[in-house]
């Protein structure tokens, strides 16, 4: 593959104040510039949230690190579009069980419930947007990162001042989680053996609550709306990628995803269709249903078709 066009990575930027180990963003940017550069052109941004259960230490910010090998290496026209790349960690919710790295009950990083995880992507978006001059972006989601760029655009757990400004212009969810009890009531015995039912529902209840259940759990998930044009003015452009060998996350989420979607407003296409500016139609919303291939962490960690996707949606909006 060739060099990369985005030689200047910058680590572990923390965008809290005070710092924290997790409350980090990493970013690449096309040239070598000042520590706090505030470019002044329009050109969009890819601003990636990693999946990982909300609780998996395993899985941070350098998981894009794939896909921008690929971006590099096969869509270099494109990137020359963009004014840099992003991808946010964020603190993670209780794995007393993880086999390597098991969380403490005292450390704050890795003890966060909803509302924390969202509110962590949308102030280090505000950071982004304040120290970067991030106007125009793309949001990629894998897994529960794709429930999370859901519930920024729907406001679902922020208050009015952590509402990033601008919003995306698009969203590429893939494998994402939009309806946390059917993930439950579709993961339950007999169907699902007893010990794997359990572990749907340990890192649900970790990440939204131990006493939480399915009325809970259905308001705060995207299947709950918020993607009209009032709610999210910006909107142009939502992928909804699945794999049919996705392990983990079944296909009815995201058919789930585009009823919501069709109910709001949205014009459903399944796969490419033969217009390829569908976007650009003043006023059009588009939702692009694509299907991947490859198990679930496969998909980040090969990074090719994400980079396929970010390039395409790249070229449909600017």
Request: with cysteine; proline share 9%; aromatic share 8%.
């Amino acid at each position: 593959m060739t060099a990369t066009p985005f030689p200047r990575h910058i680590p572990s930027i923390p965008y809290s104040d005070p710092p924290s180990r997790l409350q980090t963003l990493d970013i690449w940017l096309p040239e070598p510039q000042e520590a706090t550069p505030k470019p002044s052109n329009n050109a969009p941004w890819l601003i990636y949230i990693h999946g990982g259960a909300w609780r998996d230490p395993l899985i941070e910010a350098p998981s894009f690190t794939p896909t921008i090998t690929h971006l590099a290496a096969s869509h270099a026209s494109t990137l020359s579009k963009i004014g840099g790349i992003a991808s946010l960690n964020y603190r993670l919710s209780p794995y007393p069980d993880h086999a390597t790295q098991p969380s403490a009950p005292n450390d704050p990083e890795r003890s966060a419930r909803h509302p924390q995880h969202i509110r962590d992507v949308a102030r280090g978006i505000q950071y982004l947007q304040r120290e970067y001059g991030v106007k125009r972006w793309i949001g990629i989601g894998h897994s529960c990162g794709a429930t999370l760029l859901c519930q920024l655009v729907s406001g679902i757990g922020l208050t009015p001042d952590l509402l990033p400004t601008p919003a995306p212009e698009a969203m590429i969810l893939i494998s994402g989680i939009y309806s946390l009890p059917l993930m439950i009531r579709n993961h339950l015995p007999p169907t699902t053996p007893e010990y794997i039912s359990k572990i749907y529902k340990e890192f649900v209840r970790g990440a939204f609550g131990e006493r939480s259940g399915y009325i809970e759990w259905q308001a705060v998930s995207p299947v709950a709306g918020g993607y009209n044009k009032e709610q999210w003015p910006e909107g142009k452009l939502l992928m909804l990628c699945h794999s049919y060998e996705d392990e983990l996350v079944e296909r009815a989420q995201r058919d789930v995803m585009c009823v919501t979607l069709d109910r709001e407003g949205w014009n459903i296409v399944m796969e490419v269709g033969d217009d390829e500016d569908e976007v650009k139609e003043e006023g059009r919303r588009v939702v692009n249903v694509r299907d991947l291939k490859g198990g679930h962490d496969w998909i980040w960690e090969d990074g090719k078709q994400i980079a396929v996707l970010a390039a395409e949606a790249v070229e449909r909006l600017v």
